[in-house]
C-alpha cells in the first residue's frame, strides 16, 4: 500500500470501480437529455462532427491529464493543485484551477437537479400510463403542463438534491457506484430497444441523415423556437457549444474526474479507463440522437425544440410499443441513476474541499454545497414559467440559460484549457511519464504532442471565434 502515501481517502478496492465510478460521473443527462437537444438546435450532423473531433482531440488527452494530476496529487483538487505546483515549480496562479472546479460544478449541480426532476416526475407518468396511446400533441401537452407547475419542479429538485446529499454525506464507497454495474447495462439495453422503435416505427432514414450527415452550411447556424416560432442565427456558437459540451459530457474541466482519479490504484492503466470511459459515453450519446431523431421527424415535430426534446419524443415511443409502460417507467428510472451517478461527481469537488480545508464532517460538507446548489437551482425551475419572459433574460438567456452557457461553455473549457497546459508544460515530462506508466513509445508522445500543442490551441481558436463571430 505504499502508493496511498499521502492520501487521506481510502483506495478504490479496484481498478474496475474506479472505471465504474467515472463512467458513472460521464454517462448522464448530458447524454440522453442535452446532446439531442443540442445537436437539434445547431444543425444536426455537421454539430456532431465537431462535438466528436473535439472528443478526439481534446476530450480524451484532457482527461488522461486530468486523471494523472488527480492521482498524482492524491487530494482535492484545490489542494492537488497546491501540491503539483509546489512539487513541479508552478506559478501559483495554477491553483485557481481547484476553485474554477469547485464554481462549475456547484453551477452544474444547480440546473442538473432540475432537469433531473423532470425525469423523476417521468418515471410517475410513465408508470401511471399517461404516455399509453398518446399522440406527439397530448405529449407536449403533458410536458407543459410540467413546466407551468414551478411548485411541483421545486418538490423534484429539492428531492434529488436530498438524494444527492444523501449519498455524498455517506462517502466515497457507497453502493450507488456499485449499482452502476447492473444499471449502466440496463440503461445501455434500453437505450437499443428504442432505437429498435425508431428503426421500425420512426422516420430512421431521416433520423439518422441529421445526426450523420453533415450539412456545413449550418456549422455556424444556432436555431432555437420561442412561442412556436423558430428563429436560427449566424453565429459561432455552435462550435463553442460543441467544445463545451465534450467537456460536459465527459465530466472534464472541473476536478470531477481529477477527484476520482485521486482514489485511483497506481498501477491501474490510465489511458485503458479513458478509452472505456469515452466510448461508453460516447455510444450512449449517439445511441440516445438515434431513438429520439427518427420519432421527432416522424411526427412532425421541431429537433430545435429544446430542453424538452427527450421528454416530447421517447413518450411517443412508450406509449405505442408494446409493453411501453413497464420499459418507459424502467427507462426513467434508470435516467434518474445515471443523473444520480453524476451528480455526486458534481458535488465533490466541492465536498472534498470543504471537508479538507474547513474541517467540516463530510455530512455537514454535503449539507452545505448541496444547499447552495438547491438555491441556485431555483433560478432555473423559474426560467422555465415564472421567470420566462425577456424581462428576467440577460443577454437574450433565461437564468438557466446562463447557468448552463457560463459553467459549460466558458468554466469548462477554460479549466481544461489550464489542465492542459499545466500537464503539458508545467509538469516535467518524467512526472508524466512516469504517473501515466504506458513507457515511451508512440503512445505516450502522442498524448504529450496532443496535450501540449493541439488541444489547448483548439481551445482558444474555438474561444476567439466565437466571440469573432456573436
Ligand atoms: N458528464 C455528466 C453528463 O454527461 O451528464 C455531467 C457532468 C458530471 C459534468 C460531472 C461535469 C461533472 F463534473
Ligand atoms: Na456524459
Known sequence: MTDTQGSIHDQWSSRFVFILAAIGSAVGLGNIWKFPYITGENGGGAFVLVYLICVALIGVPIMMAEILMGRRGRQNPINTMRTLVAAEGGHPVWRGLGWLGVVAGLLILSYYSVIAGWSMAYVFRAGAGLFTGADAKTISTLFEDLLQSPGSMLAWHSLFMIMTVAVVARGVRSGLERAVTLLMPA????????????????????????????????????????????TCRFTGEPLLIALGHAFFTLSLGMGAIMVYGSYMPSNASIARATLAIVLADTLAALLAGLAIFPIVFANGLEPASGPGLVFQTLPIAFGSMPGGQVFGTLFFVLLVFAAWTSSISLIEPAVAWLV????????????????????????????????????FQFLGKTWFGLVDYLAANILLPVGGLLIALFAGWVMSRASTLDELGMGDGLAYRTWRFLVRYISPWLVMIVFFNTIGLI
Open 187 to 230: 440503461l445501455f439495453a434500453l437505450l437499443v430497444i428504442l432505437v429498435l422503435y425508431a428503426l421500425y416505427e420512426g422516420d430512421f432514414t431521416r433520423g439518422s441523415a441529421f445526426l450523420f450527415t453533415p450539412d456545413f452550411s449550418k456549422v455556424f447556424q444556432h436555431c432555437e423556437v420561442e412561442a412556436a416560432i423558430k
Open 356 to 391: 479538507e480545508n474547513r474541517g467540516m464532517g463530510r455530512a455537514s460538507a454535503a449539507l452545505v454545497a448541496g444547499m447552495l446548489a438547491w438555491l441556485l437551482g431555483i433560478g432555473s425551475v423559474l426560467s422555465f414559467n415564472l421567470w420566462s419572459g425577456e424581462s
